[in-house]
């Protein structure tokens, strides 16, 4: 089976930093792209950030541009999400994914159906 295990959340103050880390298992984690998404209360879940299967390649939100940085660790199995400068609106339940890319170690996606597997989210809450 395929897991994806989110870490990392918590509670944390506004302007303050949290990282997330997401550990895979049973795949070939270096032939996926990575993404992370979120999810608060009453909304839909949108994109955060992604990561191509090299590494090469990354995409990141503009509403958490200049403040989240995605990363991976081909050797750990393993994708970060480096939040910095948190914001209440931040606050929401971050989940990683993995996309199947085949031929295309560039390629990343924002779209959520392009995503095979996912996580079961970590919580991550921005006090005022």
């Known amino acids: 089976q395929v897991h994806l295990v989110e870490s990392g959340g918590g509670l944390v103050q506004a302007g303050g930093s949290l990282r997330l880390s997401c550990a895979a298992s049973g795949l070939t984690f270096s032939t996926y792209a990575m993404g992370w998404f979120r999810q608060a209360p009453g909304k839909e879940r949108e994109f955060v950030a992604a990561i191509s299967s090299s590494g090469d390649s990354t995409s990141v939100a503009d509403s958490v541009k200049g403040r989240f940085t995605i990363s991976r660790d081909n050797t750990k199995n393993t994708v970060y999400l480096q939040m910095n400068i948190l914001k209440p609106e931040d606050t929401a339940v971050y989940s990683c994914?993995?996309?199947?890319?085949?031929?295309?170690?560039?390629?990343?996606?924002?779209?959520?159906?392009?995503?095979?597997?996912w996580g079961q989210g970590t919580q991550v809450t921005v006090s005022s």
């Open positions: 994914a993995a996309d199947m890319t085949y031929d295309r170690s560039n390629y990343v996606s924002a779209r959520g159906q392009a995503y095979d597997y």
